[in-house]
């Protein structure tokens, strides 16, 4: 797994500033879709040899409901429980609050790595006066002078984190999974929704006895089972949450949990509970599904609370098939875990995918494809000519990534974009997130 950094830090000292820098990008909104808008918390940052994935938990603890002081001591209990560096914003002009010292306190008792940046220090002689007195006195040893907004003091700042990451493990920012024939199944979900319970189905289920595979004994979160001749690998991400405790309450940390464990599963199965309607937090969990380019399962638990009403379950799909649009491809199954009822298809499925996952598609069928789409659909105009696309290749696998060579590869539509995608899962029938890469002609 890569190391986690948290940014933590009352509202407005410049979190999310800090954030996009750091990240390399704007992340924080995104057009997915039109109309669909979707906002990113985390974000996978490289800095020199070392990867690490970043956390903004201002995001994570939306504030609206609670006072300022419970919601800085929920993000930074987060910071504490689940990552390994953290970075603790102020604001270097407006001095320290009781909010900031609030969280001072925890994270002192806390004994996490720390690194403090007083922020909003723009010019050389802000520095001077912030960083000559209070600061030190939370105990948190050095305070980084930091310009978030004019980019000063950044790498110093990231500099200081890496210092404080632990030591680099073998495999930990491998880009591809490896392809040893395992199968790895991460159960991610809303507290509650019965992740653990149907982690315990499906162990009863195929009566396994959980097998010692290299790799995993270390983690109590993995249970290794055969199952129908493939080896899998199920994590429960509710383990997670046994084994600590206090911050997984709340709701929002579900991503973290998930985020944890996404990189090195090849299929998510995601779990809601079907007497409560699709919430903003299981978007964001499936959202994180196709960020990180994983299959996805998804999962309408404690159906056996609803009935047997056929047409229910229809209405249910169609209505969930509308507020997650951006995973239309994933496949969704209802089952209780409590009864064990359709828990074989989860596992069944979550097979299924994980061999889409890594499919090859046979060059001359893609081909083929290429040709159907270029005659059947009039190129789009751009830059004032047709667009034109010479070759398709498949360059990559798990997920699936196939590259076309165009005239304009920085201009395709996404509108074609979609169009190709989709013409690629009917035709190799791939129900899994697809990449899509476009190139000049050499
Ligand atoms: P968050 O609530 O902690 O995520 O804070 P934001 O990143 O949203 O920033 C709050 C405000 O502070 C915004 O208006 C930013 O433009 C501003 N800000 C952030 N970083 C700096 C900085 O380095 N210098 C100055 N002067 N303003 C900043
Ligand atoms: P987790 O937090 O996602 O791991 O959820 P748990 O597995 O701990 O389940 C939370 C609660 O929901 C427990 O009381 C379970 O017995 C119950 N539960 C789980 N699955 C089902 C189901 O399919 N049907 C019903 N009726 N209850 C369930």
Redesign the pocket.
């Known amino acids: 797994m890569k190391p986690l950094v948290a940014?933590v830090?009352?509202?407005?000292?410049?979190?999310?500033?800090?954030?996009?820098r750091l990240a390399g990008r704007r992340l924080a909104l995104v057009e997915d879709e039109p109309g669909v808008t979707r906002d990113r918390h985390y974000a996978d940052a490289q800095w020199g040899d070392r990867a690490f994935t970043l956390i903004?938990t201002?995001?994570f603890v939306p504030g609206e409901k609670d006072s300022l002081l419970k919601q800085v001591r929920e993000q930074a209990q987060l910071a504490v429980e689940e990552c390994d560096v953290i970075l603790f914003?102020t604001?270097g002009?407006a001095g320290l609050t009781s909010a900031d010292e609030a969280v001072a306190g925890l994270l002192r008792k806390s004994g996490k790595p720390v690194v403090v940046a007083a922020?909003?220090?723009?010019n050389a002689s802000d520095s001077m006066q912030a960083l000559s007195g209070e600061f030190f006195r939370m105990g948190l040893g050095e305070v980084m002078p930091?310009?978030?907004?004019?980019a000063?003091g950044v790498p110093q700042l990231v500099e200081a984190v890496l210092d404080r990451l632990p030591p680099k493990q073998e495999g930990e920012d491998a880009e591809a999974l490896p392809d040893d024939g395992t199968l790895r199944v991460a159960i991610i979900g809303r507290p509650n929704v019965g992740k653990s319970t149907m982690v315990n189905a499906i162990l009863k289920e195929k009566r396994v006895v959980a097998s010692e595979v290299p790799g995993t004994t270390r983690d109590p979160i993995d249970s290794a089972l055969t199952y129908k001749g493939h080896k899998l690998i199920l994590t429960d991400t509710a383990g997670i949450r046994r084994k600590r405790s206090i911050a997984h309450r709340v709701e929002q940390f579900s991503v973290v949990s998930a985020l944890k464990v996404m990189d090195r599963s090849d299929v998510a199965v995601l779990l809601m509970d079907a007497t409560e309607p699709a919430v903003d937090q299981d978007a964001k969990l499936a959202g994180l599904a196709e960020d990180k380019g994983r299959a996805l399962v998804i999962v309408v638990n404690k159906w056996d609370l609803i009935g047997t009403d056929q047409r229910r379950q229809e209405a249910y799909r169609e209505a969930l098939k509308h507020s997650l649009k951006f995973v239309g491809y994933a496949p969704i199954i209802f089952t209780s875990a409590l009864t064990g009822s359709k828990v074989e298809k989860v596992v069944d499925i979550a097979v299924e995918l994980a061999e889409q996952f890594r499919y090859r598609a046979p060059t001359p069928q893609l081909n083929r494809l290429l040709e159907h789409m270029v005659d059947s659909n009039p190129a789009p105009i751009v830059a004032g000519k047709p667009l034109r696309l010479y070759y398709i290749a498949q360059v990559g696998t798990a997920p699936p990534t196939f590259a076309l060579t165009c005239n304009y590869p920085e201009r395709v539509p996404d509108m074609y974009k979609r169009y190709i995608t989709n013409q690629l899962r009917k035709t190799f029938d791939l129900r899994v997130p697809l990449r899509l890469l476009f190139r000049a002609r050499p």
């Open positions: 940014i830090g009352r509202p407005n000292v410049g979190k999310s500033t800090l954030f996009n903004d201002g995001g914003v604001d002009r922020n909003k220090l723009d930091l310009s978030a907004e004019h000063l």
